[in-house]
């Protein structure tokens, strides 16, 4: 078992995979209904482009299942190997959908370029093949509209995508429609500049779908407008002098954002972090698409190569270094406080009640100090205290 903390979903998560599922099956159950009919009367009514747009509605019916497998993983929480949960399941899905899309619009355009280059009329058919048409027509039109409001409401790129698989269903329908009324009519060329007009409008829904799922899977940042939103919550809160980097993405319906900081330069390590906390808290009651918050605190602006410190010595070295700079003393330090500060370091050494003796005189302490200074690459300042008196239990 593994000791990762994995939550468990939440209500709204919980929720939101419930009405997934539940108007994917609602699409699964239609398209099985539409697919029998067109079948049938396409059979019947010696329709070959109804029997062909059947064949259509039946891919519907596969990627239904592609996207109830993909939004059950979705929904599962996260785990050792998936630690900001499973969300990019439903951006690939997406992608994958975007791209049937536009392979289903360059076959109908495909399609209608073919009969219009042969010139030759429609093969007559009966009219029940229009009406098949018509009422496959409607019912796609009205899955497509009910889809499409659930899932702007969960803000689910899939089931987006989903839905606007089916209208491009519906769209091929209007085709066939067309073409029959041509045909009846005595227009056989009716049908192909239809399905040329549609080939192409399904051709860009499906590129338009693919490509917002390959720019989430690229990590394209939020918009501006969002970015701002996101950072004027940030910059409001209590002890946040002011933010010099913020890095959003997305992953599926939510959205993941890093944030530096630069709180005041001598503050606690606590207090530093209190502050960070407060800002993520901010943004997570602020924003609800926010899925989680990296705040990064600095006490400069570390976008600024002179601010890095990486020349800088660590801890241990300094240590030994204020070792020499105040002399042979026969006390040792009760807290040593650096502050890493532009291109020097900030000392304050504090000693308890017992070193006083030790010390002896502060001038000649502080003389001390000031000569051994001069010149120093690493230390811009020193400060000794004397804590005098215990507070407290």
Known sequence: ?????????????????????????????????????????????????????????????????????????????????????????????????????????????????????????????????????????????????????????????????????????????????????????????????????????IVKAGASFAWDALSELIDTGLSAEETARIRATIAAAPGVVDMHELRTRRMAHQVLVDAHIRVAPRISVSEGHRIAESARRRVLAGHPEVLDVLVHVDSEDDSDPANRHGHLPDRPELEARLATLLGDLDARPERIVLHYLGERVEAEVVFGPDSAAAIGDFGLLRSRIERNLAGDPHFRSISVQLRVHQFGA
């Open 1 to 201: 078992m593994s000791d990762f903390p994995s939550p468990e979903p939440t209500s709204v998560d919980k929720a939101r995979f419930a009405e997934g599922r539940r108007i994917t099956w609602v699409s699964v159950g239609v398209n099985v209904l539409l697919t029998a009919m067109q079948v049938t009367v396409g059979l019947l009514a010696h329709s070959q482009a109804l029997i062909a747009d059947a064949m259509h509605t039946l891919s519907d019916i596969v990627a239904d299942a592609f996207v109830l497998y993909a939004n059950r993983k979705g929904a599962d929480p996260a785990d050792e190997r998936h630690p900001y949960g499973h969300g990019r399941f439903e951006t690939a899905a997406s992608l994958v959908l975007g791209i049937l899309l536009a392979i289903t619009g360059a076959g109908i355009l495909v399609s209608a370029a073919s009969r219009l280059e042969a010139g030759g009329p429609l093969p007559p058919v009966g009219a029940a093949a229009f009406w098949a048409a018509a009422v496959t027509l409607l019912g796609k039109e009205g899955l497509f509209r009910y889809m499409l409001r659930v899932a702007e409401r969960l803000r689910s790129p899939m089931l987006v995508a989903n839905a606007w698989h089916a209208r491009a269903d519906a769209l091929s329908s209007l085709v066939v429609a067309a073409g029959v009324a041509g045909s009846l009519a005595g227009y056989g060329f009716a049908d192909a500049v239809a399905a040329l007009i549609v080939g192409a409008m």
